[in-house]
């Protein structure tokens, strides 16, 4: 082991990449503006000679040289129980930073990163608002033996039991917990949709462009007009029994289907780029999690900074008897830590492996063992009631505007509102153990979300009028790092007993324990 | 938690009484100014307005009076309202903090999981001695939560007692 270790030398190579996309917007610039420069003698600054702009990309050099500077002076090396950072040419640092305090050691490895075998690694701490250190760019071998101090350190730290004499943790011996053969990558491409992310931009260029009204005018024959008088015609052809133009619409459903089907294969292309070889094994208390085709991402999850686990599956997942599994952690290190991060615990598994994956990542929890407690009984008529007033909202309105025809749309809406409300308390449900807490919910979109007690920050007993009314409460509970949007463990319509009792509860238990990050 | 905390007895405290009288110079002030904004609206409205009708005329300063009243017996009358649904509790655990007249709230922040605490004081709070308690967790709904009109030098209490007082407190 060399004790002292250098950024490897295509370090100066990744810089002159980055000052080059940084200088390009300007360079690009100052190229269009030399052609017509504002000196020579017709321009705003007369006395300078035409092209001059040119000369600022001089700017270019300190920078680069700032970069020679950095790799030079730039020295690792491993102490006993730390790691030693020194930097800087003039104003010299060293930065020594205790193995033991080190959250993450994170790589990210782009196409160019790979091909001279190194990788951009973060060091991250518990504290401060940024990561502790930023190495661009380490031999990939260096990554590897910087983890393996880390690792060996936090195996030999206070924090575990006096049973790790077996020996420094191998590094091999991780565990792994899910990884993602070709199909089941294409699939979870197909199930998360994400084409539409791709289709939204694409059709942002198109409209910019003015190319959406051509290809719409050729699909349905012609121009804008007539175009608009074909959904006039299918309106009378359903209305007024006249001739549909049916062979416009079929183009039309053909060209919808098509369309769907482009952006699930768009879909399947981005899971086979972004989640390639997707891997999640079990170090120790650590989770890492290994991704990607061109940038290959290599993160590590402490266990205990994961604060809620949320399962979610769709129809088509039940169907084939599939789920996602996030995680959100926060906080600790990174700049982004302020903002919540969830992360693909996995982004396709089996339901039927799923209790051995929340197994591996929560020791001792059991879904199957989980008691499920229903909601209050009188829940639906709680549930419907907003509902049937929304309704009756629309159809004033519709009556309003369209008349007669307002009965129409409260057929439709009336029997949707008592079916889905019905739905939402039946798949409604909580359950609680010593050490976690637990709601699922949904009814074509199911999720569940599982809080460590441990990592609850608040608990809060809410009380609308209506819930009084009802003898009824909500119980929320408040993690680290739960996203606006995201599922969280929020039970509304509970008896207001038993939420006081389950309110007490989680508070006692989550004052018993301590909070770590 | 070595010895037990005068502040710490786990019983329901209501807040200083002093926060009425407070609250409603407070809110006599906010509503004052709200009027007189719809007052100087109203005016420019009927200097302005030609095509008023006479009934329009006289129904606006009619309207402001009605609405003044409201706002004047609100502000006089919120404040003991809000003193009679408003608790609190602190014991070795944590605080339990109940606010809200018709949504009403109870919620408990766990000692071990107060990540800091200010105790701030207005101007109206400093001639009254009161303060208003925050406390700040890692969470995200309840990231901040504030409890006002305590008398400052038990809000200051309060905060010692729930400030982790040592590593490996509250295990």
């Keep these: 082991m060399p004790s002292e270790q250098r950024l490897h030398p295509a370090t100066l190579l990744f810089d002159l990449a980055g000052h080059i996309k940084r200088f390009a917007v300007?360079?690009?610039?100052?190229?269009?503006?030399?052609?017509?420069?504002?000196?020579?003698?017709?321009?705003?600054?007369?006395?300078?000679?035409?092209?001059?702009?040119?000369?600022?990309?001089?700017?270019?050099?300190?920078?680069?040289?700032?970069?020679?500077?950095?790799?030079?002076?730039?020295?690792?090396?491993?102490?006993?129980?730390?790691?030693?950072?020194?930097?800087?040419?003039?104003?010299?640092?060293?930065?020594?930073?205790?193995?033991?305090?080190i959250q993450n050691v994170d790589a990210v490895e782009n196409v160019f990163h790979r091909f001279f075998g190194v990788a951009e690694v973060r060091v991250e701490?518990?504290?401060?608002?940024?990561?502790?250190?930023?190495?661009?760019?380490?031999?990939?071998?260096?990554?590897?033996?910087?983890?393996?101090?880390?690792?060996?350190?936090?195996?030999?730290?206070?924090?575990?039991?006096?049973?790790?004499?077996?020996?420094?943790?191998?590094?091999?011996?991780?565990?792994?917990?899910?990884?993602?053969?070709?199909?089941?990558?294409?699939?979870?491409?197909?199930?998360?949709?994400?084409?539409?992310?791709?289709?939204?931009?694409?059709?942002?260029?198109?409209w910019e462009s003015g190319l959406g009204n051509r290809l719409m005018g050729?699909?349905?024959?012609?121009?804008?007009?007539?175009?608009?008088?074909?959904?006039?015609?299918?309106?009378?052809?359903?209305?007024?029994?006249?001739?549909?133009?049916?062979?416009?619409?079929?183009?039309?459903?053909?060209?919808?289907i098509a369309f769907l089907l482009i952006v699930r294969i768009l879909s399947m292309a981005w899971a086979l780029l972004r989640l390639y070889d997707f891997r999640?094994?079990?170090?120790?208390?650590?989770?890492?999690?290994?991704?990607?085709?061109?940038?290959?991402?290599?993160?590590?999850v402490p266990i205990r900074r994961v604060q809620t686990i949320t399962v979610r599956a769709g129809p088509l997942h039940r169907w084939l008897k599939r789920a996602t599994v996030h995680v959100e952690t926060a906080g600790g290190a990174g700049a982004k830590s302020a903002a919540p991060m969830r992360e693909w615990l996995a982004p396709l598994i089996r339901q039927e492996d799923l209790p051995a994956l929340l197994q591996g990542v929560l020791p001792g929890f059991d879904v199957a063992a989980m008691a499920w407690q229903p909601?209050?009984?009188?829940?639906?008529?709680?549930?419907?009631?907003?509902?049937?007033?929304?309704?009756?909202?629309?159809?004033?309105?519709?009556?309003?505007?369209?008349?007669?025809g307002a009965i129409g749309v409260a057929i439709l809406l009336l029997p949707w509102s008592i079916v889905s409300a019905r739905q939402y308390v039946k798949h409604l449900a909580w359950a609680e153990s010593d050490e976690m807490v637990v709601m699922r919910s949904g009814w074509?979109?199911?999720?569940?979300?599982?809080?460590?007690?441990?990592?609850?920050?608040?608990?809060?007993?809410?009380?609308?009028?209506?819930?009084?009314?009802?003898?009824?409460?909500?119980?929320?509970?408040?993690?680290?790092?739960?996203?606006?949007?995201?599922?969280?463990?929020?039970?509304?319509?509970?008896?207001?007993?038993?939420?006081?009792?389950?309110?007490?509860?989680l508070s006692a238990q989550a004052a018993n324990t301590a909070f770590r990050w | 938690m070595s010895e037990p905390d005068e502040v710490a007895d786990g019983l329901d405290h209501q807040l200083d009484p002093r926060v009425i009288p407070m609250q409603r110079i407070a809110g006599g002030i906010f509503m004052a100014v709200v009027m007189l904004v719809a007052l100087a609206g109203m005016i420019i409205v009927l200097l302005v307005g030609d095509d008023l009708a006479r009934w329009q005329r006289l129904l606006m300063p009619v309207g402001w009076l009605v609405l003044a009243a409201f706002a004047a017996l609100f502000a006089s009358r919120w404040p003991a309202i809000h003193y009679r649904h408003t608790a609190?509790?602190?014991?070795?655990?944590?605080?339990?903090?109940?606010?809200?007249?018709?949504?009403?709230?109870?919620?408990?922040?766990?000692?071990?999981?107060?990540?800091?605490?200010?105790?701030?004081?207005?101007?109206?709070?400093?001639?009254?001695?009161?303060?208003?308690?925050?406390?700040?967790?890692?969470?995200?709904?309840?990231?901040?939560?504030?409890?006002?009109?305590?008398?400052?030098?038990?809000?200051?209490?309060?905060?010692?007692?729930?400030l982790p007082s040592g590593a490996g407190d509250a295990v």
Excluded at chain 1, 28 to 56: H, K, Q
Excluded at chain 1, 198 to 204: E, I, P
Excluded at chain 1, 287 to 299: D, F, Q, S
Excluded at chain 2, 123 to 130: F, N, Q
């Design chain 1, 444 to 505: 074509i979109w199911q999720r569940m979300t599982v809080a460590r007690v441990n990592k609850i920050q608040a608990v809060a007993l809410h009380q609308s009028p209506f819930d009084r009314r009802a003898a009824m409460a909500r119980v929320r509970i408040d993690t680290a790092g739960a996203g606006e949007f995201a599922h969280r463990v929020d039970v509304p319509y509970l008896d207001s007993r038993v939420a006081r009792g389950l309110f007490e509860r």
């Design chain 1, 26 to 101: 300007p360079a690009i610039l100052v190229i269009v503006g030399a052609t017509r420069s504002s000196g020579g003698p017709g321009g705003s600054f007369g006395g300078i000679p035409a092209g001059w702009e040119v000369w600022l990309l001089v700017l270019f050099v300190p920078a680069m040289l700032v970069s020679v500077a950095r790799y030079l002076s730039f020295r690792l090396h491993y102490d006993d129980h730390e790691l030693v950072i020194r930097s800087g040419l003039v104003f010299r640092n060293v930065r020594h930073i205790p193995f033991a305090r």
């Design chain 1, 218 to 256: 050729q699909v349905f024959g012609g121009s804008d007009a007539l175009s608009r008088s074909f959904f006039r015609e299918v309106m009378r052809g359903i209305f007024d029994g006249g001739p549909l133009p049916l062979a416009r619409m079929g183009l039309g459903l053909a060209a919808v």
């Design chain 2, 88 to 162: 609190y509790r602190v014991d070795g655990r944590g605080i339990e903090i109940r606010q809200g007249v018709l949504w009403r709230v109870v919620i408990h922040v766990p000692r071990s999981r107060v990540q800091h605490i200010d105790v701030s004081q207005g101007p109206l709070e400093r001639r009254y001695g009161l303060g208003t308690l925050v406390l700040y967790t890692a969470g995200t709904d309840h990231a901040k939560v504030a409890l006002a009109g305590v008398e400052h030098g038990r809000a200051l209490r309060i905060r010692e007692h729930l």
């Design chain 1, 375 to 404: 909601l209050h009984p009188r829940a639906f008529a709680r549930a419907v009631k907003p509902k049937l007033i929304l309704d009756a909202i629309v159809t004033l309105v519709a009556a309003a505007t369209i008349g007669w």
């Design chain 1, 280 to 300: 999640l094994t079990r170090l120790d208390e650590d989770l890492r999690t290994e991704y990607g085709l061109l940038t290959r991402v290599t993160a590590t």
């Design chain 1, 125 to 206: 701490t518990g504290g401060g608002k940024e990561e502790e250190a930023r190495l661009r760019v380490l031999p990939r071998t260096a990554f590897d033996e910087m983890r393996r101090h880390v690792l060996r350190e936090r195996a030999a730290g206070p924090q575990v039991g006096p049973d790790d004499a077996t020996g420094p943790a191998p590094e091999a011996a991780g565990q792994t917990l899910v990884h993602l053969p070709l199909r089941e990558l294409l699939l979870c491409g197909f199930l998360e949709n994400k084409g539409m992310v791709l289709v939204g931009a694409a059709a942002g260029v198109i």
